[in-house]
Every structure is written in structure tokens, then in C-alpha cells.
């Protein structure tokens, strides 16, 4: 409303049992935790913390292609626009999701894997990834036209 408070709430993704009943299916989320947008991509990056299936992961939904108008995007419909990012060590949480558009023209995406089941756990970072070509999406890989900088050329 006009004082910021909130007034709707509506789902636009939500977990899947297996097909045998048992737990989450591998491919759809359980147990968001934390999240974070990233506005070069325009996704949700959502950090799982769940028992329900093993390894936990940072899952993006492109929200481009969806109608986020008050209940117009059936949350059924919207696996199809949820991508894996990162996997996380066996027992481990994905944790502090962040996402810097531009640091000296790089975008980095941040997460920390807590408390898997052989420690020490590490901070762990998605990029340097230079937005470049006109791309879409920052996470574009580059073509002819545009090179990585020597120190991360592959």
C-alpha cells in the first residue's frame, strides 16, 4: 500500500514430491532459506537449506519470461524457468546468497556451503563474470567479439 507495508501474497515456485512419495524431487527446489536477485539475469537466486534431498543447491528463476501480476503465474508452471547454479557438498546448506552486479566492471555471485558433512566449509564465488557483447544475461558466455581478460582466459 501507499505506507510500503505488504498487502498480497502470492507463490511463484514451489517444490515437487518424488514420484514414489518419498521427499523432494532432485529437480525442483525444497526448503528455500535465503534469496537474492540479480538484476543482469532478472532471477531469484534461492539458497536451499533441506533434508529432503541431497546435495542441497542455489537454484536461479529466470523471472523474465513470467507474468508476476497478482496471480497469474501458476507456481506449477514455472519449474521449467528454474535452473541449477551450484551443487553443494554432501550435508551441507547453501548459505548467503549474494549477487554484485558491478565490482570494476565484473558481477559476482557469492554463497557459503555450511556445514557439510566432511569439514572445514568454504566460502565459495561465482565469477568474475564481465558483462560484455551485449549479452542478455551476465551470465552469457562471451563469443568472438568479446574475450576474457587474459588472467581468466580458459
Given at each position: ?14 517444490g515437487e514430491e518424488r514420484q514414489d512419495g518419498e521427499y523432494c524431487a532432485h529437480d525442483s527446489i525444497s526448503?528455500?532459506d535465503n534469496i537474492a536477485y540479480s538484476s543482469d539475469a532478472d532471477g531469484l537466486i534461492i539458497a536451499e ?106
Open positions: 500500500d501507499k505506507d510500503g507495508r505488504l498487502q498480497t501474497m502470492w507463490p511463484i515456485i514451489c526448503g528455500p537449506d533441506t533434508t529432503l534431498h541431497d546435495p542441497n543447491v542455489l537454484w536461479m528463476l529466470e523471472l523474465s519470461e513470467l507474468d508476476l501480476s497478482p496471480g497469474a503465474t501458476d507456481w506449477r508452471s514455472t519449474k521449467q524457468h528454474l535452473k541449477a547454479l551450484v551443487l553443494v557438498p554432501q550435508g551441507a546448506e547453501v548459505a548467503g546468497p549474494g549477487y554484485y552486479p558491478n565490482i570494476n566492471g565484473f558481477a559476482y555471485m557469492t554463497l557459503v556451503a555450511q556445514h557439510p558433512k566432511k569439514p572445514p566449509a568454504y566460502p565459495a564465488i561465482l565469477g568474475p563474470i564481465r558483462k560484455c557483447c551485449n549479452a542478455s544475461s551476465t551470465f552469457n558466455i562471451p563469443d568472438r567479439e568479446c574475450r576474457m581478460p587474459k588472467a581468466l582466459s580458459l
